[in-house]
């Protein structure tokens, strides 16, 4: 149990960033990001017997700090769909924001594991609790949707 | 490399800019200090270890651990066992020396499984091993330091205080306890939430091993009968569900208080000029999570007790590891003196501390709760020794060449704030089939905890608690519960479960609403065999739709 805590330490150092880049992107605000990380790895540590190792530890991790940033999500809802991070305005178009903001729960969950955590599908598929192959569909869905919008716009 | 569309990428990070927080594992740690001790099967703790009776002099008028300390317990290992340690041992430099002689202590078989306990020494280190034969299952090594046998003041040294092995279903198949005995002890009971139980004594050692327990069946307490007929109980303070509700132990810091001549910029020399001490991480027999995300492999290591199966290790001036096994701890270096890492628990009651001295530390002396002191290994700059974890809090103390005090940590092992189970208040009584009735008793929700005790007509009163967070499982079953002739489920929620089913093998279904989360049940009568039996707590939103089904196994002990 030791050891799997220092794995679970050394997980959080070397990822926080990422993790906490992919909670603020589905909690939309970085504060109940951050405690999203903070109670995720916390839970990680209380709950280590449950990880089996039948798959990654970042990835059981990954499912517990996605969770709990959804729980964020669905307790107190945003009142903005513009992540805030540390009051910085990000400079995007509106109409790719909001349909970013549109995707389905799932898919943007799929779309921000797999581009700011560069999770394989089965990580991403262990982390979401389904399977690879939904993970590749999914993304697949949202990048349609996304490129769709992409094409409508203007340059 | 990610797959995501170039545009998209763009957009994405335009959308979610890098984030400004930094890193705070403490801050982690404190968020897990109230429910640190999550099963206590895992996690029992010494911090909390009660003994009661007349220590003083009672391991000196046993004899004491004179076979531990200065013989040879037990009898040699088998050759095929012997050979089986040397190559686990071999395989790395983070482990015990390969020339290590295992000892058999005890081989017992319950319930047609045999078991083995197998111990050695190596310096200053005992450890003891199990081997579930007909299981095939092993234990790693579980030691406690020589310092806390010797001066022990209860005939038994618990060194893993209960402990499971699971089936490939996560069903518990197996709970033990074992510890080393004193000559004199020739009996120890061990009281569990399933009754009171014998331990096999042999080779200055106990051994308690119970197949297919209940879920939840925790050891409470440990009693040591002597041949001249005192005995003496530790009592584990084991509680269910997340938390641990006890205190710090209260237990001061001895030893120095104060530097004497502190290190003005602590650096360690030869990590900064980049020297390749000691020896690299391929001699290490990591995990594969370790070796291929922690370990750099620019790092170097040392082994500062040659006899010891821990090795430290420092990548420039940046990172300290500590390897023991084929897992990995580790931090960034602060611009402390004296950097530490402390790691213990899964059951076994000791700690190992590890770190890097700064140069001009020479000598490192640790002082722990009762008084005593003892040199702690130092190569290198490196260091490293366990500690049992009755022994904290400690003063880690640095001298340097002249013997002055030049650094000084104290290190604890504590259990995180007081988790209060005053207040509590009834919110039922629960009557099993053969008439015991349980008294459910729970607290309000205080620092996102709620605590609870369940009052039996038979006198069992279990305690636990369990946290308001949003994670975890919806659906947890803290333990079976046998009181008299009657078993009674006790578990808990989280939202959204509304309702809660029992779903039995025959497919009967006994209907439960949580009170404040909690949930308790007696068990119909139709399932109180002795035969171990699998059912489900089935959980269940407000609208009725499954939430998570969280299996459970029960039987009534003969």
């Known amino acids: ?155 | 490399m990610s797959d995501v569309d170039l545009p998209v990428r763009s957009a994405l990070d335009a959308l979610v800019p890098q984030p400004r927080r930094s890193p705070d594992w403490g801050d982690v740690l404190r968020r897990t200090e109230p429910r640190l001790w999550r099963r206590p099967l895992v996690l029992a703790l010494a911090g909390v270890v009660i003994v009661l009776g007349t220590a003083a002099g009672v391991t000196a008028a046993l004899g004491g651990f004179d076979s531990w300390l200065s013989g040879r317990p037990g009898k040699p290992a088998p050759a095929a066992e012997q050979q089986r340690f040397e190559a686990a041992n071999g395989r790395a430099w983070a482990a015990f020396p390969r020339d290590t002689k295992l000892r058999e202590l005890i081989r017992t078989t319950v319930e047609g499984k045999t078991y083995v306990l197998f111990g050695f020494r190596s310096g200053h280190t005992l450890c003891l091993k199990l081997r579930a034969i007909s299981l095939g299952h092993s234990t790693d090594p579980a030691c406690t330091p020589e310092s806390a046998v010797a001066h022990s003041t209860s005939p038994i040294v618990v060194v893993n205080s209960d402990f499971g092995f699971q089936d490939r279903r996560a069903r518990e198949s197996a709970e033990f306890s074992f510890g080393i005995a004193a000559d004199g002890v020739s009996q120890v009971e061990v009281r569990a939430v399933d009754g009171l139980h014998k331990a096999v004594i042999g080779g200055n050692a106990y051994l308690w091993v119970e197949n297919e327990p209940n879920t939840g069946n925790r050891v409470l307490a440990l009693t040591a009968h002597t041949a001249n007929g005192s005995r003496m109980t530790i009592s584990l303070g084991t509680t269910f569900g997340d938390l641990f509700p006890l205190g710090r132990s209260g237990r001061r810091p001895r030893g120095p208080g104060r530097v004497e001549a502190p290190i003005a910029h602590p650096t360690i020399g030869w990590a900064a000029r980049g020297e390749k001490r000691g020896f690299s991480r391929d001699r290490l027999d990591l995990n594969s999570y370790a070796r291929t995300h922690f370990v750099t492999p620019t790092a170097r290591f040392v082994k500062p007790d040659p006899l010891g199966d821990t090795v430290v290790g420092l990548d420039g001036t940046h990172r300290l590891f500590v390897v023991q096994g084929r897992g990995a701890a580790g931090g960034s270096l602060s611009n402390r003196a004296l950097n530490v890492i402390t790691s213990g628990g899964g059951g076994v009651q000791s700690a190992t501390v590890a770190g890097a001295a700064a140069d001009g530390i020479v000598r490192l002396t640790i002082f722990d709760a009762d008084g005593q002191r003892f040199a702690v290994p130092l190569r290198d700059n490196l260091f490293a020794t366990r500690v049992a974890e009755t022994q904290f809090p400690l003063r880690l103390v640095g001298y340097d060449a002249r013997g002055r005090v030049a650094a000084i940590e104290t290190l604890r092992f504590d259990l995180g704030p007081q988790v209060s189970l005053h207040g509590l208040r009834t919110i039922r009584h629960v009557t099993g089939p053969n008439g015991v009735t349980a008294t459910v008793k729970i607290g309000g929700a205080a620092q996102s905890i709620r605590c609870w005790r369940i009052g039996f007509s038979t006198g069992e009163a279990p305690t636990g608690c369990f946290e308001l967070t949003p994670t975890g499982p919806w659906v947890d079953v803290d333990l079976v519960q046998p009181a008299g002739r009657d078993l009674f489920v006790i578990g808990h929620t989280r939202p959204p479960i509304a309702t809660v089913e029992l779903h039995f093998q025959d497919g009967r279904v006994v209907q439960l609403t949580p009170t404040g989360r909690l949930f308790v049940a007696a068990i119909p009568r139709a399932y109180l065999k002795t035969a171990r039996q699998l059912a489900f707590a089935v959980g269940y939103t407000g609208a009725h739709r499954v939430k998570q089904r969280q299996g459970f196994v029960f039987r009534v002990r003969p």
């Open chain 1, 1 to 155: 149990m030791a050891a799997r805590r220092t794995e679970l330490e050394a997980l959080y150092r070397r990822r926080f960033h990422v993790f906490l880049r992919v909670a603020t992107a589905i909690a939309r605000d970085e504060q109940r990001a951050y405690d999203a990380v903070q109670d995720g790895f916390a839970a990680a540590i209380r709950d280590e017997r449950r990880f089996r190792e039948e798959g990654p530890l970042e990835a059981w991790v990954w499912r517990i700090v996605v969770n709990a940033a959804l729980k964020t999500l669905r307790d107190e809802p945003p009142t903005d769909v513009t992540p805030s991070v540390n009051g910085a305005a990000p400079s995007v178009d509106p109409e790719l924001r909001a349909r970013i903001a549109d995707l389905p729960e799932r898919q943007r969950t799929v779309l921000f594991l797999r581009h700011f955590a560069d999770l394989d599908y089965r990580s991403i598929g262990e982390a979401l609790g389904i399977s690879p192959g939904t993970v590749g569909a999914t993304l697949s869905a949202a990048h349609a949707s996304l490129r769709r919008t992409l094409e409508e716009v203007p340059e």
